[in-house]
């Protein structure tokens, strides 16, 4: 089965889901093995890799021990078309629908198009929707975008619904990682209204607490980034809060 189909089909069953985001730059070597072990055994549902900008991480090398190490599907969540590697097993093709950079609505697809011709990638459109966080985040300012503010409930609804009616296959309601506030809950129940299609949650999460209050608002699939970065321990928590909302 596909990685969309499997979230699909977790979604249906009502089964919550979880990411564990891994940044090149940050997490590699050692750590990164550990982590996977430890994902593995806790029943992580995919690993994201990716970041809106890599310095001196090796995004391939992340994947390739990703997958030396566990059986967790690795999904690509791109920074830029730099960030495009074969041996994962999906991609999300994201399209910033919260701004209106037209490189990061369309520019950058097409550039990417030709390295996904030989469709040996899942690709799934994917709406981004960057929401206010309290401080500007990197991928604010990489993004050159202004985040939909925090307190704009129906703004984020209707990018979500604009994206789905679209075509786009998943939504990704984001407060950028490392975000000081995460996406509230008012936000997440307001964007699940007329959603039919998933909706992924992440950036600021940071506590087991947050992961089920978000998971009860209405998110498919919690991204984990930083959190899991400082405090590894908290992994087993976090889900076994995705156990207890399925
Ligand atoms: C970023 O949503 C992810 O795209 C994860 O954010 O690193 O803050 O958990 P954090």
Do not use: W
Request: with cysteine.
């Amino acid at each position: 089965m596909n990685i969309y189909d499997q979230i699909i089909a977790k979604k249906q069953q009502g089964k919550k889901q979880l990411a564990i985001l891994v940044d090149p730059d940050k997490t590699f070597g050692k750590d990164l093995e550990r982590l996977t072990i430890e994902a593995q055994r806790h029943k992580v549902d995919y690993f994201f890799v990716g970041g809106s900008l890599i310095t001196d991480g090796d995004l391939s090398a992340c994947v390739r021990l990703i997958k030396d190490n566990c059986t967790i599907p690795v999904v690509l969540f791109p920074g830029g078309v730099d960030q495009i590697d074969p041996n994962a097993d999906a991609l999300l093709f994201l399209s910033l629908i919260s701004g209106r950079n037209p490189e990061l609505l369309i520019g950058h697809h097409v550039t990417a198009a030709p390295l996904l011709m030989d469709r040996k990638l899942e690709v799934i459109p994917t709406g981004y929707i960057l929401i206010e966080s309290g401080t500007v985040t990197t991928v604010q300012y990489v993004s050159n975008t202004l985040p939909i503010p925090a307190n704009k409930t129906e703004i984020a609804a209707a990018t979500a619904l604009a994206g789905e009616l679209l075509g786009l296959k998943l939504i990704y309601a984001e407060a950028g990682s490392g975000a000081k506030n995460p996406v509230s809950i008012e936000m997440i129940k307001a964007i699940k209204e007329h959603l039919t299609i998933p909706l992924i949650v992440g950036g600021g999460i940071r506590t087991p607490e947050k992961v089920a209050a978000n998971f009860k608002a209405g998110a498919d699939l919690i991204v984990i980034g930083n959190s899991l970065e400082k405090n590894p321990e908290l992994l087993g928590a976090m889900a076994e809060i995705a156990t207890q909302y399925s």
